[in-house]
């Protein structure tokens, strides 16, 4: 992704009106920026500053991937039936899957998820339990015909999932592929800005019998959690985690499950009222990842097997592991957002910097504005110019939307002093300073 | 993706056999070297090798789009039927695509392209000339439903693809905005270790009078093209050409078009014969790259205007540009590899070093390996390190195979005066050197 963007040549459809349809707020940030625009029925275009959000939270989630030691593939959309039909999930998995016959007359279907695929290129390839641990995940689109889509790209048809999957000899190295990944979670969602809270969860479709789901707290969410609130001030795993660490991940589970959290559909009210009632949280949340223990329940009807030591053939013990980055985008705005617009946290901002030229076409404001973004963009940072000739009522109205966190203002009379304005998105702060200490605070 | 990888952690699952369903060599390469695996017909999963090629290629595509103006969305993959039914292309398009229906059942398909909805976003947001030149790119999984894919990647049905539209408010100003993408894909293709060719073509389902397809020169291509020989030493746009200047990529447009060049549909024998003879081309070709100006074709149909300085309504000029990566990544292994494996350029190497342990468990291998491999990793070089128990001769061979630019081979022997030998995989040149100068010319 470029670094910097001239406004003016930036295309970003500001909406002025609020948009009818959306009935929350982060459906109707992300229309009124310009971030997305609905195709068909829960169906999505990504316009430029959506899509260079959606990059960076793809960007961490990698990341975060890779350092668990995940290996990245990319699987295709569209799956064959006959796979589906091995693991007995064709029958099952009904409407949602949205099912194709192609030119041949085969029957074939868009992807909701994975497990049977990668599978398939598991036992393919892998035959020897020393090829193991493997942990294979991709960033696709997938589809999932939901009768009643809504809340922008929240719960979309199509939308972007990574999903992960492990492959281990026994159940025990399972559960250590899975605290990893456990482990990946809390690091990727404390990245995006987000605290997300572990819950012991149903294992619908997927199958399984050991799952949680990773839940943020907004207002808006869909289903109501309960939860002890030491949950909101737990340390998240460093950055210098070693993800082989068989017993330390186990140390970082048992600390993140050790008190009570549960959506509603597990929710044990006896155990919650157990709690002191000072440390209950009950609220509404939004999931926004989704891990499952499922051993054997796809190696064996698709005969994933390898040799173990003791020469014998083994089915593999799975997981999977689920995070929607085009889902995080809104749940992201959910919780970080004022009656102004967005607030993006920094590691997943569109643009880190926005300067605003108050007065596009005199030569001091100019002059000062093409050095500010020419100066940022060689120290990398991803600066935003406003450049274009709207009132700069307009121009701060559109900042403030888009939720650039560091705006720098640079308006005729504090120019001619040599000064700029700098504002805080977040705390609303300003502070004037020439445009050397802007430039140092900015670039530091 | 990750810099540095243990290829005892890597996922890459190689061939010893020569696959027999693999017709050409780069189909038969990417299987062997456990790039792709075929998951239906024509269509293919991307394995963790595969992937960051495809990703490398993808960058590079993306950095000179974004160079040449143009802004990145992301359109989905799955389209309403009735935006094609306002074209008139729903019903002209025929079997190759491949049409959906819902549970609602209503008409939807998997777009082969994205003339339609880039003009529906167009349209519902731009109502000015002043908001063009406007250029929209994506890069996003597409579907046709060919009769007979067939070599991998290279005809595949479910296949990557970056498509560009632009939109302006005359032909002339269009013709600029060709000449921009004309310019785009010379640097593009040269980066990628490519010479393409560009030659008049036949605008088929896409429609329009100006078009050129870019084509590179390999025996196993499916056209047969003839052109001037110049051609293989024109000099490529330079990375600080200014897109703005129209004069100056007219320029370039003229230069490369200056002399014969076409495919078989387009050829003219008489042009042709008026080549001096020691200067005609005629071989097979792979079409790279295609683009497209269309004027008024969808703008007309859909209703996509904007006001012009005249304060009336004008229909925007349009073009659309297209390269698909997923072909881009066999046809460069069709132009460059030996009857070792493939020899990636360093540009989109999956690994730009790889470092070969002789004797892993040799205390004196292993040391120097962990020390090159980690100093290669701070020096942000893309390196894996070949740390498995295999043989020294299938670590040979394997490297060969997948084709990384360099190899640095740590044996007992010669570590023990501190030397390495480093080998470039294309020469096939062996130099020994100590592990510093080593490290110095690897880093430089």
Known sequence: METAMRLSRFFMPILKENPKEAEIVSHRLMLRAGMIRQQSQGIYSWLPLGKRVLDKVCAIVREEQDRAGANEILMPTLQSAELWQESGRYEAYGKEMLRIADRQDRPMLYGPTNEEMVTDIFRSSVKSYKDLPLNLYHIQWKFRDEIRPRFGTMRSREFLMKDAYSFDLTKEDAIHAYNRMFTAYLRTFDRLGLRAIPMRADTGPIGGNHS???????DTGESEVF????????????EDTDFDDVKGLEAIFDKWTSLYAATSEMHDEAAFDAIPEGDRLSARGIEVGHIFYFGTKYSEPMGAKVQGPDGKEHFVHSGSYGIGPSRLVPAIIEASHDDN?????????????????????????????????????????????????DRAGTKFATADLIGVPTQVVVGPRSI??????????????????TVEAALNRLTA
């Open 341 to 389: 617009g967005i607030i993006w946290p920094d590691s997943i901002a569109p643009f880190n910097v926005v300067v605003i030229n108050m007065k596009s076409g005199d030569a001091s404001c100019d002059g000062a504005c093409e050095k500010l973004y020419g100066d940022l963009q060689k120290a990398g940072v991803d600066v935003l110019y406003d450049d274009t000739d």
């Open 212 to 218: 949680h789901e990773f839940i943020i707290l907004a």
């Open 416 to 433: 001619a002093n040599g000064e700029v304005e700098v504002k805080n998105r977040r705390t609303g702060e300003r502070e004037t300073m």
């Open 227 to 238: 939860c002890h609130k030491d949950f909101t001030e737990f340390d998240i795993p460093a």
